[in-house]
């Protein structure tokens, strides 16, 4: 009788061992994701927390120089509402929104500033 042995970069898991499977595969995954470059948290408790008109949205807390999110010009206190045309109500909206897609894909972000509505375009 056979053993299936999978290979997922470079790692070997004999048999079906879920768990190791699953490890293995989000681990790769997540090393070949894009990097959008801002750390975000929910907008909707930043902006109740912080005494501000409560909105929806992945409020931007900081931007890594050189990366997506500045290349595009997003800004410290900036609220991302969508990516391309999936909504972005919470943090993790918009690490789903973007996990979907590859490195190099053309990206229109729909952001809030200073109360108004803005968009900008980049690459991941």
């Known amino acids: 009788m056979a053993v299936p042995v999978t290979e997922i970069d470079g790692n070997l898991v004999v048999g079906f061992d879920q768990r190791q499977l699953e490890h293995y595969l989000s681990q790769a995954k997540a090393a070949s994701a894009p990097s959008f470059g ?28 050189g990366l997506p999110a500045a290349v595009a010009g997003l800004k410290p206190g900036d609220i991302i509402t969508k ?29 809030t500033r200073d109360g108004q509505p803005r968009q900008a375009e980049g690459l991941l």
Do not use: W
């Open 38 to 65: 801002a750390a975000v948290a929910d907008a909707e408790k930043y902006t109740a927390a912080h005494g501000l008109k409560v909105m929806r949205g992945a409020y931007v807390g900081s931007i890594k120089p």
């Open 83 to 111: 990516i391309d045309a999936a909504p972005v109500n919470t943090a993790a909206d918009l690490d789903r929104a973007l996990s979907g897609l590859e490195k190099g894909a053309r990206v229109r972000i729909t952001f």
